[in-house]
Nanobody, 120 residues
Framework: QVQFVESGGGLVQAGGSLRLSCAAS????????IGWFRQAPGKQREFVAG???????HYAETVKGRFTISRDTAKNTVYLQMNSLKPEDTAAYFC??????????????WGQGTQVTVSS
């Protein structure tokens, strides 16, 4: 089993930046890709960005050009650099494993997440 620990969230003004971290531990060798997801109050969880073990990336249209996903393989950590933040980016952010072939979710369990709040 793989565990994910998210960190780096906080309160920021619109137009600001944050960098989130996702540390994976456990049977990480089985992971093909890792993605970031977010869930705002009263809304369904949605995909934000993903990165495969080969370095290919995939973004939701709503964050393209503003967010950048990257990874440090040696540290088993994936990062999400978020720039030009908007109030609508306010949500709890989570990471999870994905299948690189179609970016579908691999596991049905989630970590604690990290809260991002963007004030207008």
């Amino acid at each position: 089993q793989v565990q994910f620990v998210e960190s780096g969230g906080g309160l920021v003004q619109a137009g600001g930046s944050l960098r989130l971290s996702c540390a994976a531990s456990g049977s990480t060798i089985s992971i093909d890709a890792i993605g970031w997801f977010r869930q705002a109050p009263g809304k369904q969880r949605e995909f934000v960005a993903g990165i495969s073990s080969r370095g290919s990336t995939h973004y939701a249209e709503t964050v393209k050009g503003r967010f950048t996903i990257s990874r440090d393989t040696a540290k088993n950590t994936v990062y999400l650099q978020m720039n030009s933040l908007k109030p609508e980016d306010t949500a709890a952010y989570f990471c999870n494993a994905q299948r690189a072939a179609d970016w579908s979710l691999l596991y049905d369990y989630w970590g604690q997440g990290t809260q991002v709040t963007v004030s207008s």
